[in-house]
């Protein structure tokens, strides 16, 4: 309908009402362009890493081709620095030293997280059964335990050996190389198992990944099958079985990062959760040049509480702010009064396959940009920062002043359970925080699903914020 035939009331309603946007909708040629192609630079870092030692490894690479170097405490800084600092190998955080005075600007922060569900090895896991060798295994973060039987898998992660050295593990990525497997009960023998909860069809016990089957040639050895695989271990690895003691290994699904659907607006992948923030958190910081100094963290345990010496909770991260403010001759506690932060983690899209879950007009929608949440946590709020209004007015003023394509959520029904994220941690400083992230079909599943145009909003509302 033309301007001239609108009513008063149609062209008042068009001017004071709300409406989502599509992205895909709303994107020139040229921009549809641009989001594909960062797409495609996603799905690498999707591939590369599967977990948070890889992810970080990952965005150190990147930060290095763009002329970052590695800070430690205690280094001098100046305006125009462009730093990264590693926790342990498993997070990290990238920075940029702007122009103006932290002290009264602040920092403009940017806090993801790295690690995913996924199926940890125990620490002696090896043994023997009916012809078959298993490693046993303790499930990391909230998954449902069903979904990772019957599926590819391969194993990732490093080894300390009783020499004290490392060896990094990684087997199951390659076409040549061999995947590990958690067995399923056919359905033939499955009624008593499909008659109970969803929770107990697979218990944590039984996800034990088969890893070989081949006899050692010694008929007197006993637990031949074992043996053949620690033979494997030590001539690839230098591995004996007491090195399970101090090793890091994890099974995780052996997908690659897919375009789904015939047009290719969506990507499959292990991982969304939280990767699909965390890369455009880094990639903005290292393709910004604000006047503001600007920090991604990339962080590690967000989903099993932010616990330990890489999670959110750690005092490093707080240390690290300070040394950053020392350096630069602030006061650390006006600096946290003044800055801000974007806690950067996924929310559920609206499916519509499982409407029952979601109250649909305060649902992510597919496609319609990064999804804004004002408080997360579980039911009557319980967990969460719950960011102010003035806030999130300020965020919002930031988005529509460059152009990007977003909206708000909550995540799912209010008394059907909810989640929490690392926002609150970083409120607990006196740091403005609130959340902002992409919407996740079948989220912690082994295979989730994303659009690439709330991949890019991603992207463009960090470089907002950091303006």
Same mark, same amino acid.
């Given at each position: 309908m033309s301007e001239t035939k609108k009513t008063a009331g149609q062209k008042l309603q068009e001017s004071l009402s709300y409406k989502r946007t599509n992205y895909f909708e709303k994107a020139s040629k040229e921009e549809l362009k641009e989001m594909f192609d960062y797409a495609e630079d996603y799905k690498k870092f999707l591939d590369n890493g599967k977990t948070e030692r890889e992810a970080c490894e990952y965005a150190v690479e990147d930060a290095r081709k763009k002329g970052f170097t590695e800070y430690h405490f205690?280094?001098?800084?100046?305006? $125009?620095?462009? /730093? !990264?600092?590693?926790?342990?190998?498993?997070?990290?955080? &990238?920075?940029?030293?702007g122009s103006k005075n932290i002290e009264e600007d602040g920092l403009r922060i940017i806090a993801s997280h790295i690690d995913a569900p996924r199926i940890d090895l125990k620490q002696v896991p090896l043994y023997e059964d009916s012809n078959m060798c298993f490693l046993k295994t303790h499930y990391y973060g909230g998954i449902k335990?069903?979904?990772?039987?019957a599926i590819p898998l391969a194993l990732h992660g490093a080894v300390i050996r009783k020499d004290g050295s490392k060896v990094e593990i990684r087997i199951g990525e390659e076409k040549d190389e061999p995947v590990f497997y958690i067995n399923d009960l056919l359905p033939h023998l499955g009624g008593e198992q499909m008659s109970g909860p969803a929770s107990k069809i697979i218990e944590g016990e039984q996800l034990n990944v088969l890893i070989g089957g081949l006899p050692y040639a010694d008929e007197e050895v006993k637990d031949r099958i074992k043996l053949t &695989?620690?033979?494997?271990l030590h001539e690839k690895y230098g591995m004996e079985e007491e090195d399970f003691l101090s090793a890091e290994l994890s099974a995780v699904p052996a997908f690659e990062a897919r375009d789904v659907g015939f047009d290719?607006?969506?990507?499959?992948?292990?991982?969304?959760?939280?990767? &699909?923030?965390a890369y455009p958190a880094y990639t903005a910081v290292l393709n910004n040049e604000s006047e503001h100094t600007v920090l991604a963290m990339l962080v590690d345990k967000e989903e099993i509480g932010s616990e330990g010496t890489t999670g959110m909770q750690c005092k490093v991260y707080e240390d690290l702010m300070e040394e950053i403010s020392i350096a630069l001759g602030a006061n650390f506690r006006k600096v946290r009064a003044n800055s801000k932060c974007l806690s950067?983690?996924?929310?559920?899209?609206?499916d519509p396959n499982f409407a029952n879950a979601f109250e649909k007009l305060n649902s992510s929608l597919i496609s319609c940009g990064t999804s804004l949440c004002k408080y997360t946590g579980a039911r009557?709020?319980? $967990?969460?920062?719950?960011?102010?209004?003035?806030? &999130?007015?300020?965020?919002?003023?930031?988005?529509?002043?460059?152009?990007?394509?977003?909206?708000t959520s909550e995540l799912g029904k209010v008394d059907f359970g909810g989640g929490g994220t690392v926002a609150k941690f970083l409120a607990n400083l006196n740091i403005d925080t609130v959340d902002l992230g992409?919407?996740?079909?079948?989220?912690?599943?082994?295979?989730?699903?994303?659009? /690439?145009?709330?991949?890019?909003?991603? !992207? /463009?509302?960090?470089?907002?914020f950091m303006k």
């Amino acid at each position: 309908m033309s301007e001239t035939k609108k009513t008063a009331g149609q062209k008042l309603q068009e001017s004071l009402s709300y409406k989502r946007t599509n992205y895909f909708e709303k994107a020139s040629k040229e921009e549809l362009k641009e989001m594909f192609d960062y797409a495609e630079d996603y799905k690498k870092f999707l591939d590369n890493g599967k977990t948070e030692r890889e992810a970080c490894e990952y965005a150190v690479e990147d930060a290095r081709k763009k002329g970052f170097t590695e800070y430690h405490f205690g280094d001098k800084l100046k305006k $125009g620095d462009k /730093k !990264y600092f590693v926790n342990r190998g498993k997070s990290v955080v &990238v920075f940029r030293i702007g122009s103006k005075n932290i002290e009264e600007d602040g920092l403009r922060i940017i806090a993801s997280h790295i690690d995913a569900p996924r199926i940890d090895l125990k620490q002696v896991p090896l043994y023997e059964d009916s012809n078959m060798c298993f490693l046993k295994t303790h499930y990391y973060g909230g998954i449902k335990k069903y979904q990772w039987t019957a599926i590819p898998l391969a194993l990732h992660g490093a080894v300390i050996r009783k020499d004290g050295s490392k060896v990094e593990i990684r087997i199951g990525e390659e076409k040549d190389e061999p995947v590990f497997y958690i067995n399923d009960l056919l359905p033939h023998l499955g009624g008593e198992q499909m008659s109970g909860p969803a929770s107990k069809i697979i218990e944590g016990e039984q996800l034990n990944v088969l890893i070989g089957g081949l006899p050692y040639a010694d008929e007197e050895v006993k637990d031949r099958i074992k043996l053949t &695989v620690l033979q494997i271990l030590h001539e690839k690895y230098g591995m004996e079985e007491e090195d399970f003691l101090s090793a890091e290994l994890s099974a995780v699904p052996a997908f690659e990062a897919r375009d789904v659907g015939f047009d290719r607006a969506f990507i499959g992948a292990y991982g969304h959760d939280d990767r &699909v923030c965390a890369y455009p958190a880094y990639t903005a910081v290292l393709n910004n040049e604000s006047e503001h100094t600007v920090l991604a963290m990339l962080v590690d345990k967000e989903e099993i509480g932010s616990e330990g010496t890489t999670g959110m909770q750690c005092k490093v991260y707080e240390d690290l702010m300070e040394e950053i403010s020392i350096a630069l001759g602030a006061n650390f506690r006006k600096v946290r009064a003044n800055s801000k932060c974007l806690s950067s983690d996924v929310t559920a899209a609206y499916d519509p396959n499982f409407a029952n879950a979601f109250e649909k007009l305060n649902s992510s929608l597919i496609s319609c940009g990064t999804s804004l949440c004002k408080y997360t946590g579980a039911r009557g709020k319980s $967990g969460s920062s719950d960011a102010s209004a003035e806030f &999130v007015g300020e965020v919002r003023k930031a988005f529509a002043e460059n152009g990007v394509i977003w909206q708000t959520s909550e995540l799912g029904k209010v008394d059907f359970g909810g989640g929490g994220t690392v926002a609150k941690f970083l409120a607990n400083l006196n740091i403005d925080t609130v959340d902002l992230g992409v919407p996740v079909i079948s989220m912690h599943a082994p295979y989730e699903l994303i659009s /690439k145009a709330d991949l890019y909003s991603n !992207y /463009k509302a960090f470089l907002a914020f950091m303006k």
